[in-house]
């Protein structure tokens, strides 16, 4: 899909992986839309900046954790900036969730934003591009849809089922709507880490080194342009899923 002149929609826009993805869907000629839940000012920069761009940009303020509203979300973007042709599932949660627990509520929060909203914007705006004859899905997963993360069961069972839900939908939705996944990993390097950890991390990967959030951004306007990938992933991740045999075998 030639990006120009659709309409795109990244979940959990106004900064880090979703404003890098914003912009350069801006930059291919995309009319953005920017959603947030409380960074209201970071949206509204990254909206002034898609503009600068040539294009139209909308910000939406909306709970991600709140998938009923998604429908009536999508609704309000088709009427003030066109149907999604593009919607980047991003927005994420991650929290520590300990197995056994006696309060449920990461879990379930975490669950209905991974998970549930994004099935609800993907089932909002697939009539719209059924209809117009083509669309595109790219969900943002990350190494925990394959890996199994102490402390934290409710991300890493989330990101499985959004890779596997990647999987239904491109067959749910073939031939006319791509549904593909998108894997960072380390891309954001955390406030709180030392020189050391941030070292440690990069020692993980076989490229030596951190990623950025324009990496991501890159490989999500990759699979926007090229028609003839869908059901897919791509791990955007400097080889880490593989770094730690650098140094053992087996």
Request: hydrophobic share 45%.
């Amino acid at each position: 899909m030639d990006p120009k002149g659709k309409t795109a929609f990244v979940t959990a826009s106004a900064r880090r992986i979703g404003r890098a993805t914003t912009l350069a869907l801006a930059q291919a000629g995309a009319n953005v839309v920017i959603n947030y839940r409380t960074s209201a000012q970071e949206a509204e920069a990254t909206a002034a900046e898609a503009r600068a761009l040539g294009v139209k940009a909308l910000t939406v303020q909306f709970d991600m954790a709140d998938y009923r509203g998604a429908a009536a979300v999508i609704e309000r973007i088709a009427a003030k900036l066109g149907p999604v042709d593009i919607l980047v599932n991003n927005a994420s949660l991650f929290k520590q969730a300990p197995v056994p627990t006696q309060d449920f509520t990461i879990w379930h929060n975490t669950i209905d934003v991974i998970v549930h909203t994004p099935f609800y914007c993907a089932n909002a705006v697939a009539p719209y591009m059924l209809e117009k004859g083509e669309g595109v899905i790219i969900n943002i997963v990350d190494l925990s849809a394959w890996e199994a993360w102490p402390g934290y069961a409710a991300h890493s069972v989330a990101k499985a089922a959004l890779l596997a839900q990647t999987r239904q939908l491109a067959l749910e939705l073939a031939p006319t709507v791509r549904v593909n996944a998108v894997a960072p990993g380390p891309v954001l390097r955390p406030l709180h880490y030392t020189e050391e950890m941030v070292a440690s991390v990069a020692d993980k990967t076989l490229l030596n080194r951190w990623g950025t959030p324009e990496n991501v951004a890159e490989t999500v306007l990759f699979l926007v342009k090229n028609d003839y990938i869908t059901g897919e992933y791509i791990t955007v991740d400097g080889g880490e899923r593989y770094g730690h045999r650098k140094y053992e075998a087996g």
